[in-house]
């Protein structure tokens, strides 16, 4: 497998598991909580490498599963004393844990590659360099151990989609039903936990709170349910996961950098153009939410002299202006408006009701 294509499916790979957790955290409001594993597993992984001297050990997942599940756990303790807010219970849990991880690291695994430049940063240019037989191909291990997890996350959403979706949109109806929320609270824990390690020899912890927070945040504006935000998510992960490659290799830089800024990116273009809840979108909703009132007092104007002598002056399209005491501009928006809406139509320059204008018109003036 040559270089680029080891580096494309091992991004690939972690960005796709990471959205799928990540979607689930974004959902039940726990974004900060990627954060706060992503740093306090450390401690974990030294404690597994401390106790089995190998860093190629299925223990540092279990160390790092089970810091991750101890970091929630304070969190809560400390939210159950009601004297501190969630964003400072997290920011005095995982830095007690991470400087306790540190601190192990610089006393007692200073000599092996543990150290917290390669946690935080990570380095994919170099996941080509360390391969393991698969059914005949070397691969990267580092991708081997991503394509795990995220196969892991992938089984996990899927067996438990409809216990997930009640337990995040109604969790007293999850209950009722018989359903754990906690249960499941914790599994997603374990998971972010083992995805936060996966990840960390490839793309570093900070491009994996990156992967779990901005491609689902960007997916809930594009999505009206969960499915659909488990796709967007994915798909956007997969395109940050590419583009940032490409673009690191244009520019000559780090890819996890440029992978994450790629995330930024593709949040910032879905932030301003997604179809309904982009800024762009709301703009224009709140451009079109101004002429509403006005359309509605045309459409009365026009229902008080459909009919009658004065219709032909009244409704003109180029009296219409002088009529209402507006701007012409203003006056042609108005009258944009109330067609697109399907509330008038022009017919020989005279504004007439179509049948829902007439409705909306006879509502007003009934409860005017």
């Known amino acids: 497998m040559n270089v680029e294509l080891s580096i494309l499916l091992t991004a690939a790979s972690v960005a796709i598991g990471c959205s799928l957790v990540g979607t689930l955290l974004v959902l039940r409001r726990m974004s900060l909580i990627s954060d706060a594993i992503s740093h306090s597993v450390l401690l974990g992984i030294v404690l597994a490498f401390l106790a089995t001297r190998d860093l190629n050990s ?20 400390l939210l159950g004393t009601r004297r501190l807010r969630e964003d400072s219970a997290i920011g005095l849990v995982f830095p007690l844990l991470f400087s306790i991880g540190v601190i192990l690291i610089t006393r007692m695994a200073g000599d092996v590659h543990l150290d917290t430049d390669a946690v935080l940063l990570g380095e994919l240019g170099f996941a080509w360099m360390d391969t393991a037989s698969v059914l005949g191909m070397d691969l990267p291990r580092s991708f081997i151990v991503s394509s795990a997890v995220l196969l892991a996350n992938l089984l996990f959403v899927t067996l438990c989609y409809k216990e997930l979706k009640l337990s995040i949109f109604d969790a007293g109806l999850a209950a009722s039903l018989g359903f754990s929320p906690l249960l499941l609270h914790y599994l997603l824990v374990s998971l972010v936990s083992v995805t936060a390690v996966a990840s960390f020899d490839a793309v570093g912890s900070i491009l994996m709170v990156a992967l779990m927070i901005a491609p689902p945040s960007a997916a809930w504006l594009l999505s009206r349910s969960l499915a659909q935000m488990l796709g967007w998510s994915a798909l956007l992960a997969t395109v940050s996961a590419v583009g940032g490659y490409y673009l690191a290799v244009r520019i000559d830089s780090n890819i996890a950098g440029c992978i994450a800024a790629a995330c930024g990116i593709c949040f910032l273009v879905c932030w301003l153009l997604a179809p309904e809840r982009g800024l762009v979108s709301r703009w224009m909703q709140q451009a079109e939410q101004r002429l509403l009132f006005p359309a509605q007092m045309l459409a009365v104007h026009i229902a008080n002299h459909e009919g009658r002598p004065e219709e032909p002056v009244e409704c003109n399209t180029e009296n219409i202006a002088e009529h209402m005491h507006w ?18 139509r022009e017919q020989d320059s005279i504004l007439r009701l179509t049948e829902e204008g007439r409705g909306i018109a006879e509502k007003l003036m009934l409860h005017g």
């Open 58 to 77: 299925p223990w540092l997942l279990v160390g790092a599963a089970a810091v991750g599940v101890l970091t929630v756990v304070l969190i809560q303790l």
């Open 327 to 344: 701007q012409e501009q203003f006056a042609r928006e108005v009258i944009g408006y109330a067609q697109r809406h399907r509330m008038l």
